[in-house]
């Protein structure tokens, strides 16, 4: 599904994580959107989401770095279900690069101004299941 819309948008968010840029970010967020923080912990709405990654940001060093994998988008009734691979490049306790892929899984809505905002940010995709809970 290379022509998707949302592969551009996903990368435009990509970016937009890397590099702080918030006011940019949010623009592609439902205001009634959810994000995984980490396993266990979930916040709602766009500020509480721009606060999510602010502290993302602090906890990986201001050096967070995401970019997309493989993409696959499913598309129905006006949403989309996206499965894809997220890169993430960030520095461990000694300074040195780690690089972790995760299977994640988002939900996309088309919305009447013809947009699509995400709507659930989970890049911890069904990994979820793996925890104890």
């Not at 949302?6 to 994000?35: F, G, N, P, R, V």
């Not at 980490?38 to 993302?56: C, E, Q, S, Y």
């Not at 949403?79 to 890169?87: G, R, W």
Request: glycine share 6%; with cysteine.
């Amino acid at each position: 599904m290379d022509s998707h819309p949302l592969k551009e948008i996903i990368k435009a968010c990509d970016t937009a994580i890397s590099a702080k840029a918030y006011d940019a970010l949010m623009q592609y967020y439902a205001d009634d959107a959810a994000l995984v923080v980490k396993p266990g912990l979930t916040v709602k709405g766009k500020d509480n989401i721009r606060k999510a990654f602010m502290a993302i940001a602090d906890y990986f060093q201001d050096r967070l770095v995401v970019e997309q994998g493989e993409m696959q988008v499913i598309e129905g009734a006006d949403n989309a279900l996206v499965i894809m691979e997220t890169v993430l490049r960030y520095p461990d306790a000694t300074g040195d690069i780690i690089e972790t892929t995760r299977r994640a899984t988002y939900v996309f809505r088309h919305d009447p101004d013809g947009e699509w905002r995400c709507t659930i940010d989970n890049s911890y995709g069904t990994s979820l299941l793996d925890q104890n809970g």
